[in-house]
């Protein structure tokens, strides 16, 4: 009796423990939810996974991209995409997926009993993202960083806001790794991301183990934890929201912990310290901190608890890391994301080339959820069925953690916009999931939704591995940036330009120099800063298209009409395409720069009169 009241999160010492103010998850119907408000739980996750569903299809034949978090079957191979949600649809038939809820149920128990099961997954895990990696390179930073790592250039003065875990975890390290020969700059991120991937699938195990959950409950539950579209990061991505997205996971695991068995604290005090070290967005996961120190020091803390080990670790350590990067976060909110990152309805005074503001604003919020954790849309319906009974501790930490990082996600508006800095969003898609499984699993305990197991897996599962297969395919990676660029709704020009230009770029990357000056073209109408007319004249010359490339040079011109260097290649490129009138023009500018230029002058005496 002992033994079974700690696993369920009683404490055994009568002078330490408060009552439990309900059953713990897993419990039966009879003790927990009433039958009616089983059947009403049970009833709206069905229509959430069916809406979900249905609308994966006929978005896949629309020409539009308001509904981007949803329509990527447009963007697969129609017997890859086709396949993974006639899956996901086929589960929503009791008469097909009756006989499959046992061996859900069986999975669950070999994930939560097994000692072995948590190692196999998070090989799994590994295996998973390693098998996928991500070659179009197009969410936030990708390019950038990695050819930091490529370039061997000093990071600081590219990532002047990088906090000191980040530049290690993705500079240094990546660095040392790429020295040994063994991989490069690109396999070294991956190999990171396979390791830490390894790491969100335990925790995902995890968590149903500390919520004591069994069978589908557990299975739904870990799967839910683990398939998000933040998995997206794990295969490639070197930036410090892949690590972030790891610790949310911790802070909620250990932080249950604590709650409910005193346990763990030290572990939590640790993760929240790795937080506070790796990015400045963690400030947001202090309301979660402080949730779990009170419940901590209520329900556990016996007199003088504070001095020992655990809680020095627990709570100490997280303070003098906060307190440390403190002034450094400070700064860089106050000169660099308030004019760059906040949007316009909360910073008036901010810049609207960058962080412009449209009527999409919100429907691009509600994909980008969708994106990360699809069954995010049944958290309002299942918070007002299960009533009371979502009334608790467990449930105060999920939301302390959500609730600060979904106020970040409508505050924050990233530079490139949220269809390419999703990223920046991530770790909120972890806090979304842990709700959604807790809530879930709530469900699940009552009986009434267990024959929705294999659904809700695959729910969260299928759009997860369209998403790997998406990043992983560059020539429909590209349609689907094109399509974001030319289909509705319009976009504001900052978005388009980042877009247009990192087509340009990536494509001058894989020497495809036809769609690479097309972009570039494209970017440079919007805005002809050196930068992309100089990529854009480049890639015209070096792909033969002279007049192409003439064109650009013009441009650069009419900015800097004083740069010699600028006539001079001019020139060249009027003289392979055997534009005499462009080349006498250039060489006479030239030479009225500078009158020295012995090859110039050359060139001008030559040609016909």
Same mark, same amino acid.
């Given at each position: 009796m002992k033994a079974r009241n700690e696993r369920r999160g009683h404490s055994v010492d009568p002078a330490v423990s408060r009552p439990r103010e309900r059953p713990p998850i897993g419990a039966r119907v009879e003790i927990g939810l009433g039958?009616?408000? /089983?059947?009403? #739980? *049970?009833?709206?996750? !069905?229509?959430?996974?069916?809406? &979900?569903?249905?609308?994966? @299809?006929i978005f896949s034949f629309v020409p539009?991209?308001?509904?981007?978090?949803?329509?990527?079957?447009?963007?697969?191979?129609?017997?890859?995409?086709?396949?993974?949600?006639a899956l996901a649809a086929l589960a929503l038939i009791p008469a097909i997926v009756r006989p499959i809820v046992p061996a859900v149920s069986r999975a669950g128990d070999e994930i939560t009993r097994s000692r072995l099961a948590p190692v196999v997954v998070a090989a799994l895990a590994a295996l998973l993202v390693g098998l996928v990696p991500d070659r179009l390179f197009f969410v936030g930073d990708f390019l950038m960083r990695q050819g930091a790592v490529e370039s061997v250039r000093d990071p600081r003065p590219i990532f002047s806001q990088a906090l000191p875990l980040d530049?290690?975890?993705?500079?240094?390290?990546?660095?040392?790794?790429?020295?040994?020969?063994?991989?490069? /700059?690109?396999? #070294? *991120?991956?190999?990171? !991301?396979?390791?830490?991937?390894? &790491?969100?699938?335990?925790? @995902?195990?995890?968590?149903?183990?500390?919520?004591?959950?069994?069978?589908?409950?557990?299975?739904?539950?870990?799967?839910?934890?683990?398939?998000?579209?933040y998995l997206g990061l794990f295969t490639g991505y070197s930036k410090a929201f892949v690590e972030l997205c790891v610790l949310v996971g911790a802070l909620a695991v250990f932080g249950l912990r604590v709650i409910r068995e005193g346990r763990d604290l030290a572990l939590f005090g640790i993760a929240l310290a790795l937080?506070?070290?790796?990015?400045?967005?963690?400030?947001?996961?202090?309301?979660?901190?402080?949730?779990?120190?009170?419940?901590?020091?209520?329900?556990?803390?016996?007199?003088?608890?504070w001095r020992s080990p655990a809680a020095i670790v627990g709570i100490g350590l997280p303070v003098i890391a906060l307190a440390t990067m403190l002034p450094r976060v400070i700064e860089t909110i106050l000169h660099f994301d308030l004019s760059a990152h906040?949007?316009?309805?909360?910073?008036?005074?901010?810049?609207?080339?960058?962080?412009?503001?449209?009527?999409?604003?919100?429907?691009?919020?509600?994909?980008?959820?969708v994106l990360l954790c699809p069954l995010a849309l049944a958290i309002p319906v299942l918070l007002v069925v299960l009533g009371r009974r979502a009334r608790s501790a467990e449930l105060a930490l999920l939301s302390s953690l959500v609730i600060p990082l979904i106020a970040l996600m409508i505050v924050i508006q990233p530079q490139h916009g949220l269809y390419r800095d999703w990223d920046v969003h991530a770790p909120a898609?972890?806090?979304?999931?842990?709700?959604?499984?807790?809530?879930?699993?709530?469900?699940?305990?009552?009986?009434?939704?267990?024959?929705?197991?294999?659904?809700?897996?695959?729910?969260?599962?299928?759009?997860?591995?369209?998403?790997?297969?998406?990043?992983?395919?560059?020539?429909?990676?590209?349609?689907?940036?094109?399509?974001?660029?030319?289909?509705?709704?319009?976009?504001?020009?900052?978005?388009?330009?980042?877009?247009?230009?990192?087509l340009g770029a990536r494509n001058f990357r894989l020497e495809r120099w036809d769609p690479a000056i097309a972009a570039f073209e494209q970017?440079?109408?919007?805005?002809?800063?050196?930068?992309?007319?100089?990529?854009?004249?480049?890639?015209?010359?070096?792909?033969?298209?002279?007049?192409?490339?003439?064109?650009?040079?013009?441009?650069?011109?009419v900015r800097r009409p004083n740069d010699v260097d600028l006539w001079r290649s001019l020139a060249t490129v009027s003289m392979r395409r055997g534009d005499v009138a462009t080349l006498r023009r250039a060489v006479t500018e030239v030479l009225a720069r500078d009158s020295t230029d012995a090859q110039a002058r050359q060139i001008l005496e030559g040609l016909p009169r």
């Open positions: 039958a009616s408000a /089983a059947s009403r #739980a *049970a009833a709206s996750l !069905g229509i959430v996974l069916v809406v &979900l569903t249905l609308a994966r @299809a539009s991209m308001w509904a981007w978090s949803i329509n990527l079957q447009r963007f697969l191979p129609t017997v890859t995409g086709g396949a993974l949600w530049l290690w975890l993705h500079y240094s390290l990546p660095l040392r790794l790429v020295r040994t020969g063994w991989v490069d /700059a690109n396999g #070294a *991120a991956r190999l990171i !991301g396979a390791i830490e991937a390894a &790491l969100l699938a335990l925790l @995902a195990v995890r968590f149903s183990r500390v919520l004591a959950l069994e069978g589908a409950a557990a299975a739904t539950g870990s799967a839910i934890v683990f398939f998000g579209g937080s506070f070290l790796l990015h400045r967005s963690a400030l947001a996961l202090i309301p979660a901190a402080a949730t779990v120190w009170i419940l901590w020091l209520r329900r556990h803390a016996r007199p003088g608890a906040v949007a316009p309805a909360f910073n008036p005074g901010g810049s609207h080339w960058s962080i412009a503001s449209t009527g999409t604003r919100m429907v691009d919020i509600l994909n980008l959820i898609g972890v806090a979304l999931a842990l709700m959604v499984a807790w809530l879930v699993a709530e469900t699940l305990a009552a009986g009434e939704a267990r024959s929705l197991a294999p659904a809700i897996v695959l729910a969260v599962a299928m759009p997860c591995a369209q998403w790997l297969l998406h990043q992983t395919d560059v020539e429909r990676g590209f349609a689907r940036i094109e399509a974001f660029l030319t289909e509705s709704p319009a976009r504001p020009d900052a978005e388009r330009l980042s877009a247009w230009e990192f970017a440079a109408r919007i805005s002809p800063s050196p930068s992309i007319l100089t990529e854009w004249a480049t890639a015209a010359y070096r792909s033969g298209k002279l007049e192409s490339a003439q064109r650009a040079f013009q441009m650069m011109l």
